[in-house]
């Protein structure tokens, strides 16, 4: 079973930083895009940031220049650095790729369980 797991999640004042990790099992053999996701009380799941295995980057226009993702390909793993936070950004963050595993050549996609992030004003 494929299994994406997020750590690094917490409680954070207006203006600090945080860095979110996502990690692959070990039967994932390939991962394309992946990235991460968040979910407000209330609201739809949005887009946060997305990273090719090239490294191409795409971000929300409200988390452009504070969040940084990046990719580790030989681990099959993302992250996210999230600077300059905003109470806005509360929410439940969730990693998110496209991957296949050595048993299939059928790419799928998987989400992790998420990882809170409460920022306080």
């Known amino acids: 079973q494929v299994q994406l797991v997020e750590s690094g999640g917490g409680l954070v004042q207006a203006g600090g930083s945080l860095g979110l990790s996502c990690a692959t099992s070990?039967?994932?053999?390939?991962?394309?895009?992946m990235g991460w996701y968040r979910q407000a009380p209330g609201k739809q799941r949005e887009l946060v940031a997305t990273?090719?295995?090239?490294?191409?980057?795409n971000y929300a226009d409200s988390v452009k220049g504070r969040f940084t993702i990046s990719r580790d390909n030989a681990k099959n793993t993302v992250s996210l650095q999230m600077n300059s936070l905003k109470p806005e950004d509360t929410a439940v963050y969730y990693c998110?790729?496209?991957?296949?595993?050595?048993?299939?050549?059928?790419?799928?996609?998987?989400w992790g369980q998420g990882t809170q992030v409460t920022v306080s004003s």
């Open positions: 998110n790729a496209d991957a296949r595993t050595y048993y299939s050549s059928r790419y799928s996609n998987y």
């Open positions: 070990e039967n994932i053999f390939r991962v394309n895009a």
């Open positions: 990273i090719t295995t090239g490294g191409s980057t």
